[in-house]
DNA sequence: TCAAATTAAATTGTGTACAATCAAATCACA
DNA sequence: TGTGATTTGATTGTACACAATTTAATTTGA
């Protein structure tokens, strides 16, 4: 055992930088049946839920920013899943929008969360406190910039 | 408060996802100083603790595949940090060894790690118990498949 | 022993990510 | 009211990621 702090083994960050890495992996095959990337499918998230958004918006939902979603929108707009069209009162926004193929996705995609919970090994409570623990990182890291 | 599995708040896998890329972002500032992105970053880790590696190898220590590591390791190799050779007893592997340079790199690297302790908000607990369960997660994940 | 199977890298193609910059629209206030 | 600052998306350039395929080298078994 050593305390190194340059040993892989002794880094925080790379198991959660590997870890999103395989979550995403394993997210290929349940996603694949919508023709849905990870990406694109938290932004139908984010949208079944809304179901109107500007670009800004998803940007902060997501924390991604606009060089990653326009053309992220302009693949789901070309598969036919949104719209996105300039504001009228405020022409420097975008807004993207359901269309009712990109809502009707939403009945398919209930068995995703299905299918991942199913090939997690952690508790109920091990969950939980990485869920927290995560967020308290994420909004730390997110905020102070 | 809504159970709904499809809502983006009760998604394990985003926090994940967005705190990975979170701490790259704040890794950038540290790693410019040693022209090393954060892949970089974790390649030269490993060879600071063997100095020499397949690419095979790396890609089990990293989770990383040979499209990944093939480029990354040619601009590595260009930094003049790494040198790439094929194995004389099996030519069908190519092996990754530290260059002098490379080498001394590691002592301008000890900022790093303690440059990132800072930014966390993490108790000495919360980040063991996290490291604990985020690979228990990647051993599953990874391990069946 | 030699052809089939396996292994290791490299290549190709697609899709994020993000820093930096740009351009257009809106806002703020002198 | 008009101009400088700000906001919003889009664009450009660089760097991963990974699936799928290819190529070359090695191993295996009939």
Redesign the interface.
């Known amino acids: 055992m050593c305390g190194d702090?340059?040993?892989?083994k002794n880094?925080?960050?790379?198991?959660?930088?590997?870890?999103?890495?395989?979550?995403?992996?394993?997210?290929h095959e349940p996603l694949s049946k919508l023709d849905l990337t990870?990406t694109q499918y938290?932004v139908m998230?984010?949208l079944?839920?809304e179901r109107e958004k500007s670009v800004r918006e998803l940007g902060e939902?997501?924390?991604l920013d606009s060089g990653t979603l326009t053309p992220l929108l302009k693949k789901l707009e070309a598969k036919g899943y949104i719209v996105r069209e300039r504001c009228t009162e405020d022409e420097r926004c975008v807004i993207v929008s359901l269309t009712t193929e990109g809502d009707a996705l939403?009945e398919k995609?209930?068995a995703?969360?299905?299918c991942?919970?199913a090939?997690?090994?952690?508790t109920q409570e091990?969950?939980e406190?990485?869920?927290k623990?995560?967020?308290?990182?994420?909004h730390?890291?997110?905020g102070e910039?």
């Open positions: 702090p340059l040993l892989l880094q925080l960050c790379f198991p959660i930088y590997a870890c999103a890495r395989e979550i995403i992996k394993a997210y990870y938290l998230m984010v079944w839920e939902c997501l924390y939403r995609a209930r995703v969360p299905r991942m919970a090939k997690s090994p952690l091990e969950a406190t990485l869920y623990t995560l967020y308290k990182l994420l730390v890291l997110h910039s």
